[in-house]
Each structure stands twice: as structure tokens, then as C-alpha cells.
């Protein structure tokens, strides 16, 4: 089992660098975590850098606001690195060669931001060479996006999806996420290539900006933040109080994360704590 903590301040000392997730670790999608702000404040006074880890569709400076906003010093933190952000800088690198996507966005505009600097087109799922799984109106539902998920089959079109999250926290709860649209999508046959935790190469991406060997992940997905870690071979603090805050109250601790972790087949965490602190 992991060793529970109360602070992670005690831990920064023996690390490169710490990096963490957003939602669920530093705010709800809505509103920040007084503790964790309190937590990020602290931490920027010693030298240990920080950074920021997210399966977000958008861009890194897109989120960089997003987190000033909160009420976050974005100076505190030496990089912000996204999945959006790493499909994008593959697309300008030309390393993904289709040109024309069909994108399914969170809200009306966030693709046409997202694809500035691109020499893309954003068009009709009949014309699309490509699907753009960046994001998902907190209100969606499975069924209603299916009929362009069956298009997206029956073309065999690629579908990019820059969010692996399958489920998201809010204020008023949990929200279905890009993922769990991308993994039925892929069990039923359908080409996706994901970007983002708990996949290798956003880790190593962030690794190498940061020029560290010894990193700690804090994060609240065992599916992504923890398995993703663990396979880059970083420690990492998994925070209870995030998107399993119903699944960890009032249960047996070392039960209910055996449990899960079997259920994610995430390896355990090195740490556990409540929330960032």
C-alpha cells in the first residue's frame, strides 16, 4: 500500500521536479482548491520546479490561463504541457499528414482557437479526412454523438482524441469525458490514436522540457495519472479527494484502492493524500 501522507512539501526535496494534474488536483473545472493553491504557493518557494500535466484538448497557454484565472500564479510553474498541445505541435511537425478533421468540441469555437497556426481545414464529418475528439459539452451523451461516430467507423477515419479522460469532476459532479467516447469507439473496431496520460510519450515530452530524473506525478486518475507514471518511471501521489472522493467515503482505504487499481490495472501509487496539500 502506499504511504499516506499529509503535505507533499516534505517530499519536494527528493525530487527533480514535481508535476501536477489539473482537474480534480487543482480545482473542479469551475473553481480552484483554496488548499491547493495555498499547496502550489508554498511549493514555489522551494526549488523544486513545478508543472502541469493535463489531458486537456487545448492548447498549453490556453490552460495556462485557464489556471491564472483560478486564482493560480502561472509563474509558479516552469512548464504546462497538454494533450492538446502535444497533437497540435504533431501537426505542425507534419508528423500527422491529414489536413481536413470533423471536430467534436466542448463548446462552439474551441477548435477554430485550438487550430490557430495550423494549416488545417475544420469541415463536415463527410468531408473529414480525420476526426478531432478534443472535448465533450458537459451535457453530452453517448447516443446523440453515435450517428457521427458510425459515419467515422464506416469511413475508417482516424479519430485524434486529445482528451484520454473518460470522466470528469465538476462542481456539481462527474461528467462524461473524450475518452469514454474514444474506447467505445475503438472497442467497436474504429482507429483512435490518443494523446495524453497515461500514454508514454506526453511523460517523456515533459521529462525532456524539464531536463529531470527524479519527477513525482500528483494526480487523482489512477488510469492516467498513476499507470501513467508508473510506466515512465516516476513516484507519484495519488489524491483521493478527486474524481474517487464517493468511492474513498467513509470505505476501507487499503480495500477500496486494491480495488480499483485492479479494476484501472494501474500499479499502486508510491503516496496517497487526501488532497493537495
Given amino acids: 500500500m502506499p504511504q499516506r501522507i499529509q503535505s507533499i ?29 495555498s499547496a502550489i504557493e508554498r511549493l514555489s518557494k522551494i526549488s523544486t520546479p513545478l508543472a502541469v500535466l493535463s489531458n486537456s484538448g487545448k492548447r498549453a497557454h490556453e490552460n495556462r490561463d485557464r489556471i491564472s484565472h ?17 497533437l497540435w505541435q504533431d501537426i505542425k511537425s507534419s508528423q500527422i499528414t491529414e489536413t481536413s478533421f470533423y471536430v467534436i468540441e466542448r463548446a462552439n469555437g474551441d477548435a477554430q482557437s485550438w487550430a490557430e497556426g495550423l494549416d488545417i481545414t475544420l469541415t463536415s464529418i463527410e468531408c473529414a479526412e480525420a476526426v478531432l475528439l478534443m ?54 473496431g474504429g482507429r483512435v490514436v490518443f494523446y495524453g496520460k497515461p500514454h508514454r510519450a506526453v511523460f517523456d515530452a515533459l521529462q525532456t522540457e524539464l531536463s529531470a530524473e527524479r519527477l513525482l506525478m500528483v494526480g487523482d486518475s489512477l488510469e492516467h495519472d498513476i499507470c501513467g507514471a508508473h510506466a515512465a518511471g516516476w513516484d507519484s501521489v495519488f489524491v483521493t479527494e478527486g474524481i474517487y472522493a464517493r468511492e474513498f467515503a467513509n470505505a476501507p482505504f487499503d480495500e477500496t484502492l486494491s480495488r480499483l487499481a485492479k479494476a484501472k490495472c494501474s500499479a499502486l501509487p508510491t503516496y496517497s493524500i487526501g488532497y493537495l496539500a
Fill in 9 to 37: 512539501i516534505d517530499l519536494a526535496p527528493q525530487y527533480d521536479a514535481i508535476v501536477v494534474d489539473q482537474w480534480g488536483v487543482l480545482h473542479n473545472g469551475s473553481t480552484a482548491y483554496p488548499e491547493a493553491i
Fill in 70 to 86: 483560478m486564482g493560480f500564479d502561472p509563474a509558479m510553474f516552469k512548464q504546462v504541457m497538454t494533450s492538446g498541445e502535444a
Fill in 135 to 188: 472535448g465533450l459539452a458537459d451535457d453530452a451523451d453517448k447516443e446523440s454523438l453515435q450517428p457521427v461516430m458510425d459515419l467515422a467507423l464506416e469511413s475508417e477515419l482516424p479519430v485524434y482524441c486529445s482528451n484520454p479522460d473518460r470522466i470528469s469532476p465538476r462542481a456539481e459532479g462527474l461528467v462524461m469525458s473524450p475518452g469514454a467516447l474514444a474506447h467505445t469507439h475503438q472497442e467497436r
